[in-house]
């Protein structure tokens, strides 16, 4: 059974920073591509970074330069630092991975991130 479970967020002031992490069970860890989504309140959810199995990462424009994805694959960890943090990064943030023989979507529970102005 896959799980992800993230853990990591809380309320921050503007140009802070916080360290998300999502913990993997039930995938083969090292060989999947990891993904960092996010929400906020009255939009769609939106794919904020990426990191393969070969540790290429790509980034939304809006993150570029401020986040940093990676992962420890010892651990079973993706992580998400995310510094010079703005307000309109306030959302929930998700952790997402595909599995299995249909690459059926697989997301975490999701944690607050609050970035106060």
């Known amino acids: 059974q896959v799980q992800l479970v993230e853990s990591g967020g809380g309320l921050v002031q503007a140009g802070g920073s916080l360290r998300l992490s999502c913990a993997a069970s039930?995938?083969?860890?090292?060989?999947?591509?990891m993904r960092w989504y996010r929400q906020a309140p009255g939009k769609q959810r939106e794919l904020v970074a990426t990191?393969?199995?070969?540790?290429?990462?790509n980034y939304a424009d809006s993150v570029k330069g401020r986040f940093t994805i990676s992962r420890d694959n010892a651990k079973n960890t993706v992580y998400l630092q995310m510094n010079s943090l703005k307000p309109e990064d306030t959302a929930v943030y998700y952790c997402?991975?595909?599995?299995?023989?249909?690459?059926?979507?697989?997301w975490g529970q999701g944690t607050q991130v609050t970035v106060s102005s």
């Open positions: 997402n991975t595909k599995w299995g023989p249909t690459a059926l979507d697989y």
């Open positions: 039930g995938i083969i860890f090292r060989l999947n591509t």
């Open positions: 990191i393969t199995g070969t540790t290429k990462t």
